[in-house]
């Protein structure tokens, strides 16, 4: 109990310090809508800050506001016009708090009203009938933020009354009338009058037809879901109806044959095209009707039956035609210089014109036969280029699909690939691309694993016959789930890549040295399947090195 008299008593010492000091003044200095405070601090070392009270009657405050540990603080959120009174209290770290300072009141000034901005002019029809209402629409603003009302001028000396942005009118006469409109905002100020709406009022007004509109013509895959887009018009604004049919084509339900926006589902074939055909009629309030009609192309996978998918036939309407090996617009089957080498494919004798060149293991010196005579004429001729060094594996191949082959090296001692980027014959850490896939003992291969045109990379495993390629092309191991691991072969094979099916997909396949045998992946499908679906033949003997191309 002593102690609890002991704090009480040193609590009221320091409220009334707090009080005599707080007196000392509090000052303000506002602007419309706020009022900037400001006091003269306390001394007591355990002092934790000050509150604000205020109100708008004298010496009653409805608003406390702890402002913590400064002298200076703006409350904001006044009304205008209004009087509020201010004062200020002390506490300490224990909660004991002062009474309340002198107090200080103080007048928010009314900011000035300004007008608001001239409505747009009305929108609404430009022709209407005698006794037929008519409804206008306009907009404005205010600089204030004022709620605003209108009201409309509607030609022959009549003026509305104050409401609604948007409002109606009838006309008891026929002839042309100038639609105008001003706005006032909640104090009073009123706007300029709006430009004028013509509208022309008919003693009697005919009903006018509807406009239908059934879409854009579209080419869809079969099997789809496809969307039919109509809409519709109306002089009058009175659409009151859409109805969707089918007029020719293989028969499909409609959904939603009774909206604007029906549907169905494309039906499904083999080959070639089908074309269906749909009509929208909209009908009006007076029961005038227009028809508009849209056609839907579907077509299927194989568009020409040639066995080719329309995503892999460049061209998808020709059955004499898939290939444009040249990219020149014309198919390999009609295009005398397919390759665009300059020699025509009946000089060439189906062999494509390839230029040689080696690679230079102990000192990673490239030498290419420029000009094609397959012989070495010297650098001012052919080139000659260090990309690499001594231990390295060359490998080759388009890594950014320009129809040119690059350069690269396949380090064995770190499964490191340095790939030469920007084709440029030599190594730019900055342009180049060095990438980790692989591992010590690994052998480098290369091909267009996905058929997107880009040389793609991977490693065969000699010592277990597996093969690590890098399906997505970015150029480091994802995993199996992403990329491709696959057992084809077994230790002590050469692994040799190609298309061997022509399906523009490079495939994987192996070269035995012990004996001289070859083993393709004929159908695809990263796995030894037998002789019966693989390809199994014999071409060399023991100790011969594998090659592979389109000779």
């Not at 070392?45 to 405050?61: E, P, V, W």
């Not at 009141?105 to 001239?118: D, E, K, L, R």
């Not at 509607?154 to 104050?162: E, T």
């Given at each position: 109990?002593?102690?609890?008299k002991s704090?009480?008593r040193?609590?009221s010492?320091?409220i009334?310090?707090?009080?005599?000091?707080?007196?000392a003044?509090?000052?303000?200095?506002?602007l419309a809508?706020?009022?900037a405070?400001?006091?003269?601090p306390?001394?007591?070392s355990?002092l934790a800050?000050?509150k604000?009270?205020?109100?708008?009657?004298?010496a009653n405050?409805t608003?406390h506001?702890?402002?913590?540990?400064?002298t200076?603080y703006?409350?904001?959120?006044?009304?205008?016009?209004?009087t509020?009174?201010?004062?200020?209290?002390a506490?300490?770290?224990?909660?004991?708090?002062?009474g309340?300072?002198?107090?200080?009141s103080?007048?928010?000034p009314?900011?000035?009203?300004?007008a608001?901005?001239?409505?747009a002019?009305p929108?609404?029809?430009?022709?209407?009938?005698v006794?037929?209402?008519?409804?206008f629409?306009t907009?404005a603003?205010?600089?204030?933020?004022?709620?605003?009302t209108?009201?409309?001028?509607?030609?022959?000396?009549?003026?509305g009354?104050?409401?609604?942005?948007s409002?109606?009118?009838?006309w008891?006469?026929?002839?042309?009338?100038?639609?105008?409109?001003?706005?006032?905002?909640?104090?009073g100020?009123?706007?300029?009058?709006s430009?004028?709406?013509?509208?022309?009022i008919?003693?009697s007004?005919?009903?006018?037809?509807?406009?239908a509109?059934?879409?854009?013509?579209?080419t869809?895959n079969?099997?789809?879901?496809?969307a039919?887009?109509g809409s519709?018009?109306?002089?009058?604004n009175t659409?009151?109806a859409?109805?969707?049919?089918?007029?020719?084509g293989?028969?499909?339900a409609?959904?939603?044959?009774?909206?604007?926006?029906?549907?169905f589902?494309?039906?499904?074939f083999?080959?070639?095209?089908?074309?269906l055909?749909?009509e929208?009629?909209?009908?009006d309030?007076?029961?005038?009707?227009?028809?508009d009609?849209v056609r839907?192309?579907?077509?299927?996978?194989d568009?020409?039956a040639?066995?080719?998918?329309?995503?892999?036939d460049?061209?998808?309407?020709?059955?004499?035609?898939?290939?444009?090996s040249d990219?020149?617009?014309?198919g390999?089957?009609?295009?005398?210089?397919?390759d665009n080498?300059?020699?025509?494919?009946a000089?060439e004798?189906?062999?494509?014109?390839?230029l040689i060149?080696?690679?230079?293991?102990s000192?990673?010196?490239?030498?290419?036969?420029?000009?094609?005579?397959r012989q070495?004429?010297?650098?001012?001729?052919?080139?000659?280029?260090?990309f690499?060094?001594?231990?390295?594996?060359p490998?080759?191949g388009?890594?950014d699909c320009d129809?040119?082959t690059?350069?690269?090296?396949?380090?064995?001692?770190?499964?490191?690939w340095l790939?030469?980027?920007?084709g440029?014959h030599?190594?730019d850490?900055s342009?180049?691309?060095?990438?980790?896939?692989g591992?010590?003992?690994?052998?480098?291969?290369?091909g267009d694993?996905?058929?997107?045109g880009?040389?793609?990379i991977g490693v065969?495993r000699p010592?277990?016959?597996e093969?690590?390629?890098?399906?997505?092309?970015?150029h480091?191991?994802d995993?199996?789930s992403i990329?491709?691991l696959?057992?084809f072969?077994?230790?002590?094979?050469?692994?040799?890549?190609g298309?061997?099916n022509?399906d523009?997909?490079?495939e994987i396949g192996?070269?035995?040295?012990?004996?001289?045998e070859?083993?393709?992946?004929l159908?695809a499908?990263?796995?030894?399947?037998?002789?019966g679906?693989d390809?199994l033949c014999?071409f060399?003997?023991?100790g011969?090195?594998?090659?592979?191309?389109e000779?």
């Amino acid at each position: 109990m002593a102690a609890s008299k002991s704090n009480h008593r040193f609590c009221s010492w320091v409220i009334a310090f707090l009080f005599l000091i707080v007196v000392a003044g509090v000052s303000v200095d506002a602007l419309a809508g706020q009022a900037a405070l400001t006091w003269n601090p306390n001394t007591e070392s355990d002092l934790a800050g000050y509150k604000l009270h205020y109100g708008t009657a004298n010496a009653n405050y409805t608003v406390h506001l702890d402002v913590h540990n400064v002298t200076s603080y703006t409350v904001t959120g006044l009304t205008d016009g209004q009087t509020y009174y201010f004062a200020a209290t002390a506490y300490d770290s224990s909660g004991c708090e002062s009474g309340y300072s002198n107090q200080v009141s103080y007048t928010v000034p009314t900011t000035a009203n300004g007008a608001p901005s001239t409505p747009a002019i009305p929108t609404g029809p430009s022709s209407a009938a005698v006794n037929a209402a008519a409804t206008f629409s306009t907009s404005a603003t205010d600089p204030n933020n004022d709620t605003l009302t209108y009201r409309y001028d509607w030609g022959g000396g009549v003026i509305g009354s104050w409401g609604a942005a948007s409002q109606s009118h009838t006309w008891t006469a026929a002839g042309p009338y100038s639609v105008k409109a001003q706005a006032r905002d909640s104090k009073g100020a009123e706007s300029a009058w709006s430009g004028g709406k013509t509208v022309t009022i008919a003693t009697s007004q005919q009903n006018q037809a509807p406009t239908a509109n059934a879409g854009a013509d579209q080419t869809v895959n079969a099997g789809v879901a496809v969307a039919l887009r109509g809409s519709g018009t109306d002089p009058e604004n009175t659409i009151t109806a859409y109805r969707w049919r089918q007029t020719s084509g293989t028969a499909v339900a409609l959904s939603n044959a009774t909206s604007a926006q029906a549907g169905f589902t494309a039906p499904t074939f083999a080959t070639g095209t089908a074309s269906l055909a749909f009509e929208l009629q909209v009908t009006d309030s007076g029961g005038l009707t227009a028809t508009d009609s849209v056609r839907i192309v579907v077509q299927s996978g194989d568009i020409d039956a040639d066995g080719v998918t329309n995503s892999q036939d460049a061209f998808p309407n020709n059955p004499a035609e898939w290939k444009d090996s040249d990219l020149d617009g014309i198919g390999d089957n009609a295009d005398p210089d397919d390759d665009n080498d300059g020699i025509p494919d009946a000089n060439e004798d189906g062999v494509t014109n390839r230029l040689i060149g080696i690679f230079r293991p102990s000192k990673g010196v490239w030498l290419f036969d420029l000009n094609g005579n397959r012989q070495w004429d010297g650098k001012t001729i052919d080139a000659r280029q260090t990309f690499g060094s001594s231990g390295d594996l060359p490998v080759a191949g388009d890594w950014d699909c320009d129809g040119i082959t690059d350069i690269g090296v396949f380090r064995p001692s770190t499964g490191q690939w340095l790939l030469d980027l920007n084709g440029n014959h030599r190594w730019d850490s900055s342009g180049d691309g060095l990438y980790t896939f692989g591992r010590s003992g690994d052998l480098p291969v290369t091909g267009d694993w996905n058929s997107d045109g880009i040389t793609d990379i991977g490693v065969f495993r000699p010592s277990t016959g597996e093969w690590l390629l890098d399906l997505n092309g970015n150029h480091r191991w994802d995993g199996s789930s992403i990329d491709g691991l696959y057992k084809f072969g077994r230790s002590g094979d050469l692994p040799v890549t190609g298309d061997w099916n022509k399906d523009g997909v490079t495939e994987i396949g192996i070269f035995r040295p012990s004996t001289g045998e070859w083993r393709l992946d004929l159908n695809a499908n990263d796995r030894w399947d037998g002789n019966g679906e693989d390809g199994l033949c014999t071409f060399g003997k023991s100790g011969d090195l594998p090659v592979t191309g389109e000779w």
